[in-house]
């Protein structure tokens, strides 16, 4: 059996140690590297209680730099938005597949990581959110969007989350802009008052970010029609064991890739690549 040699940066966030204790416990994974400033210089085992998948000490660095410094095949990253796209092009150009768990990145930055990464011949995998029910929240609601013309786009997180709108709501929407533009009555830049209360437009549909107290990860999307209305919401309650078991699935096939390649859904066949 081929073992895959694992970096995970942000090591010590929620993901970070589920990822830890995962990878630790499988047959074909090896944790090789971690980073997270808070913890630099300590070892994984002390931190976190997890030792590496051979037994020997892994030591955390405070920068993605200097954790590529020992060989690894994949890098996991559940960082910052502000973060992320340095640490996937360092790896990128290191010849080092890369699975993105972070939020934040654009479609411009995506692009420009499928230049990076085709050019060393590496796949980089991205999801919105690696958790199984938000994927076929994704399917459900490409499949009403066939036959509903108007819909508009919440997602849901804690206080403190910095980016808005969600990767998972970005990807909703990106899903769905391939279906159709969905159905306005009254244009955005016609609205009387504040324009702002109508959310963000993206992929020709209507976002809107609640940042909140007892609040995870939560999508919902409302489709709507004359007398009638549909709405599909994904509720993460965990803010670790929903995403654990997506992140590795991705970790095992993304040396399969060339390229960017994003959504779970892609991976369970439940979609093309985006």
């Excluded at 096939?253 to 390229?259: A, D, H, P, S, Y």
Aim: with cysteine.
């Amino acid at each position: 059996m081929t073992t895959t040699r694992v970096c995970v940066a942000g090591i010590t966030g929620k993901v970070g140690r589920g990822l830890a204790r995962a990878i630790a416990s499988s047959g074909d994974l090896e944790l090789v590297g971690a980073v997270a400033r808070s913890a630099a210089g300590r070892t994984v085992e002390d931190a976190l209680g997890v030792a590496g998948g051979t037994g020997a000490p892994v030591r955390i660095t405070g920068t993605v730099g200097e954790a590529l410094a020992t060989p690894c095949d994949v890098l996991v990253d559940y960082t910052r938005a502000d973060a992320v796209r340095a640490h996937v092009l360092a790896a990128v150009e290191r010849g080092v597949h890369v699975v993105v768990g972070t939020s934040g990145l654009s479609d411009g930055d995506y692009h420009a990581i499928d230049e990076a990464a085709r050019a060393s011949g590496v796949g980089v995998f991205a999801a919105g959110n690696f958790a199984i029910t938000a994927v076929l929240l994704a399917d459900f609601a490409e499949r009403a969007a066939k036959h509903l013309p108007s819909w508009e786009i919440v997602d849901y997180a804690y206080e403190a989350k910095p980016d808005a709108p969600s990767g998972t709501a970005r990807e909703l929407a990106s899903r769905l802009e391939r279906v159709r533009a969905p159905h306005l009555a009254r244009p955005v830049g016609e609205t009387l008052g504040e324009r702002a209360a109508r959310g963000a437009t993206l992929g020709g549909a209507q976002l809107h970010s609640v940042r909140l107290p007892g609040f995870v990860s939560s999508v919902e999307v409302c489709f709507g029609l004359p007398g009638e209305r549909l709405t599909l919401r994904h509720d993460s309650v965990d803010p670790t064991a929903p995403y654990v078991g997506g992140t590795l699935l991705a970790v095992r096939r993304v040396r399969e890739l060339r390229g960017v390649v994003r959504g779970l859904g892609t991976l369970l066949g439940l979609d093309r690549p985006a």
